[in-house]
């Protein structure tokens, strides 16, 4: 079976900088695979160049056996690859559903698709709906993530991109986020996270892989990365997580 996106010996410079170098990694239908790193480490970058925000230097994605190319990054939305950036990124001045319309472009004047999915939103986060006519900037936190993620949702992907969509968030709305997450995915939305909780994303992960200065240095099954000492140790509080009965 093909995979469902494809990123083949990629690789990403700004100016001088290799922000990757010949990164290769897979998503498959159904599949929540985690990226773990540390800070500048590229994981980022990676997003950003698998939704056209940033240029390529070398290597290749391909979505559903099709060469992305040089797209630019609404084509990528409409062909079915959604982003959630880092930071959240909302429009404070306008409404959470000024924010929702915004990720329904790609339906234009279809009003009953933009509805419907509006309506899958407000299923996940009651609280959007409840807030749909507030701006966006007096949002809490959690609820600036949860319209970030949502207004990516507007657009019925087949892949979402999320980036560190728990940073920030106190351990209860981390839980919250997660569970969503979970949701989404059990929806049939396959999604390439990027996270710094590797605890949480290697509990929800089909597959992980580890990036190091641009470089793709590990990779497997999550249950394999949560076993594996080098990965406890640095991302995973070391030697007082094997003491720890039961699963993540």
């Known amino acids: 079976m093909a995979h469902l996106l494809v990123i083949e010996d990629l690789s990403v410079r700004y100016g001088a900088v290799e922000a990757l170098d010949g990164v290769t990694l ?6 929540i695979a985690t990226v773990l790193g540390a800070n500048g480490a590229g994981k980022t970058t990676l997003l950003n160049a698998i939704s056209g925000i940033v240029p390529a230097s070398g290597g290749r994605i391909l979505y559903r056996g ?5 797209e630019p990054a609404y084509r990528i939305v409409e062909k079915g690859i959604s982003h959630s950036p880092e930071g ?4 404070a001045t306008l409404t959470v559903d000024e924010n929702l319309n915004l990720g329904a472009f790609v339906y234009r004047k279809k009003k009953r698709e933009v509805s419907e999915a509006k309506e899958r939103v407000f299923s996940l986060f009651p609280i959007l709906g409840e807030r749909r006519t507030q701006l966006s900037g007096t949002l809490s936190g959690g609820e600036q993530q949860m319209l970030a993620i949502g207004r990516a949702l507007m657009s019925s992907p087949r892949v979402l991109l999320l980036d ?3 940073l920030g968030l ?8 997660f569970r969503i997450i979970g949701e989404i995915n059990r ?3 396959a999604i390439l996270l990027v996270e ?6 290697l509990g929800i992960a089909h597959k992980g892989y580890v990036l190091e200065s641009g470089n793709l240095a590990m990779s497997g099954s999550a249950a ?6 080098k990965i406890q140790e640095a991302y995973l509080g070391g030697s007082a997580l094997r003491k720890k009965a039961g699963p993540l």
């Not at 897979?26 to 599949?31: H, K, R």
């Not at 959240?88 to 429009?91: A, D, E, I, Y």
């Not at 394999?224 to 000492?229: F, G, M, V």
Request: aromatic residues 4%; proline residues 7%; negative net charge.
């Open 88 to 91: 959240r990124k909302v429009f």
């Open 170 to 177: 106190a351990p209860i709305l981390v839980n919250q986020i």
């Open 26 to 31: 897979y998503l498959d239908e159904g599949e």
């Open 224 to 229: 394999e990365l949560r076993s594996n000492p």
């Open 187 to 189: 929806q049939g939305t």
């Open 164 to 166: 560190e969509p728990s």
């Open 66 to 70: 099709d060469l992305l190319g040089d």
């Open 196 to 201: 710094q909780n590797a605890h949480k994303a």
